[in-house]
């Protein structure tokens, strides 16, 4: 890394780790340099409401070495270090799918797809703060320390997840990449006026299992997202998005073993009779919670026959899940069999040329995932003597993009009115009275250390080694 170079009264060597040589990129430091303070303010007025002044036990990312690129300690979330990091490339990586297969990557933005680089740039980077702010009241009814800092540790990252799309645009979009980066401070979630771009992201998450939701089922978007972009022939977001999914993989962890432990908790409790009697979340309830995120997930890959799917891979901007480990890399001569309704209910299958489909592929691939999530779910509930299963709904079911749009159906897939769906939307998905009740359980924090709320079984083990019981997060001052 180059010296230390220091502008008006901030090192940004020192505080923004990177190994992207930023203290030798005059423009992308000036860049930085406006954008910085902005993006502090936007972390103390969206960030987590009420524990700016805490002392908070985060990884920060201080290298890309696989084996330690992470370094644990009490930070005050607003100077958390949130820095750039590349995955080391290969300086002649080729282009490895789509019409410019074999070419060198790029390694500047290609002028012809520019405007479709920074969209999806844009998009991707208008996720992460997204969900910062849907998350920013949940502190305030934590279940416990540790569960307080997971929530922050992701929010922390998701910010340096922003950092990076931003960096990109910087360094390489000029003047609209710098447009691009204020707006990615101006818009808020759920905000009417100006609403974060994709559905799923201004969904309220207003307490703790829609929150292990999101990030079981959205953040796993996330994954997919960034696995897709990781194959890109834009060489920089590949290696940058590549590095992501290093942290991406611990939200999947909190969202799984979130719900994972208000499942045990609950099984254990229905062995002594109805599990709202302790406090607890009932089966029912938590599967209306995994439809909803399930299917506003879902609906975040686009649309199922998509022309931007195809120009997308065609460039060689966005590949397949792990594109290097499949044999053919054109996608020109496959077709993908899509099951469709007409609008009286009777089944056809559309036969959609592969890039085409591209979205679908990649859902697919979602779709297993959360597959393998929900049957570890199950045996947890089997472990404790229970016989209910939970299930994934049908891709099908309620979605608001894509050929299912519009029409209705049920959990299993099944295609049905809008009556019938009207009829039992209180079954399926989370009721005004789940979310009251929800609410009454999730009414105070537990801030002791060891102590869990009555619907969460507390972890197996701690954060990096620590017992259980460690004090994930120091108060500077009493809390109630
Ligand atoms: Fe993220
Ligand atoms: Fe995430």
């Known amino acids: 890394m180059g010296a230390h170079l220091t502008m008006g009264s901030i090192d940004y060597d020192s505080l923004i780790p990177n190994n992207v040589d930023l203290s030798t990129d005059r423009r992308l430091q000036r860049a930085l340099e406006a954008w910085q303070p902005d993006f502090i303010n936007w972390w103390r007025e969206m960030g987590p ?149 994709l559905g799923a992201f201004n969904e309220p998450c207003d307490n703790w299992l829609d929150f292990f939701c999101f990030t079981t089922f959205t953040d796993r978007d996330g994954k997919y997202q960034l696995r897709a972009l990781a194959e890109s022939g834009f060489d920089p977001l590949a290696r940058t998005t590549a590095f992501m999914l290093t942290e991406e993989a611990h939200h999947m962890f909190v969202g799984q073993t979130g719900v994972g432990r208000i499942i045990e908790k609950t099984a254990q409790r229905m062995k002594e009779g109805d599990p709202r009697k302790f406090g607890a979340i009932p089966l029912d309830m938590i599967q209306r919670h995994i439809n909803l995120w399930y299917s506003v997930s879902l609906d975040l890959f686009g649309g199922e026959d998509s022309s931007n799917a195809a120009s997308f891979f065609g460039a060689g ?74 299930t994934l709904p049908s891709r099908r079911f309620h979605r608001q993009q894509g050929v299912y749009a519009g029409q209705h159906f049920s959990p299993a897939g099944d295609f049905i009115s809008a009556a019938q769906f009207a009829a039992q939307q209180a079954e399926w998905l989370p009721s005004a009275a789940d979310k009251i009740y929800l609410k009454s359980i999730m009414n105070r924090p537990h801030y002791k250390p060891g102590e869990f709320a009555d619907w969460i079984a507390p972890p197996k083990t701690g954060i990096n080694g620590q017992p259980v019981d460690f004090a994930y997060v120091k108060f500077m001052t009493e809390k109630a």
């Open 317 to 390: 901007l966005k590949g397949r899940d792990r594109e290097s480990f499949l044999t053919e890399h054109t996608a020109l001569n496959d077709i993908y069999h899509l099951q469709k309704y007409r609008t009286d209910g009777t089944p056809e299958t559309q036969e959609i040329p592969l890039r085409r489909a591209m979205n679908e592929v990649l859902r697919d691939a979602y779709v297993e995932d959360c597959e393998k999530v929900v049957k570890a779910w199950n045996r947890m509930l089997k472990k404790e003597g229970c016989d209910v299963e939970l």
């Open 49 to 197: 409401e009420g524990f700016q002044q805490d002392d908070v036990y985060l990884r920060t990312a201080t290298s890309v070495d696989k084996d330690g690129w992470a370094t644990f300690g009490y930070v005050k979330m607003p100077d958390y270090r949130w820095g750039i990091f590349l995955t080391p490339g290969d300086e002649d990586r080729k282009i490895h799918f789509g019409d410019h297969m074999g070419e060198d990557a790029w390694q500047q933005v290609p002028g012809e797809h520019r405007t479709t680089l920074r969209r999806i740039i844009v998009t991707q980077g208008d996720t992460e703060p997204a969900s910062v702010e849907q998350q920013r009241l949940l502190g305030q009814t934590c279940p416990s320390l540790y569960d307080l800092r997971n929530l922050f540790q992701v929010n922390v990252e998701e910010g340096r997840h922003l950092w990076a799309m931003v960096y990109l645009l910087h360094r390489y979009f000029g003047r609209d990449g710098r447009e691009e980066a204020e707006g990615l401070l101006a818009r808020r979630s759920g905000n009417p006026d100006s609403p974060r771009i």
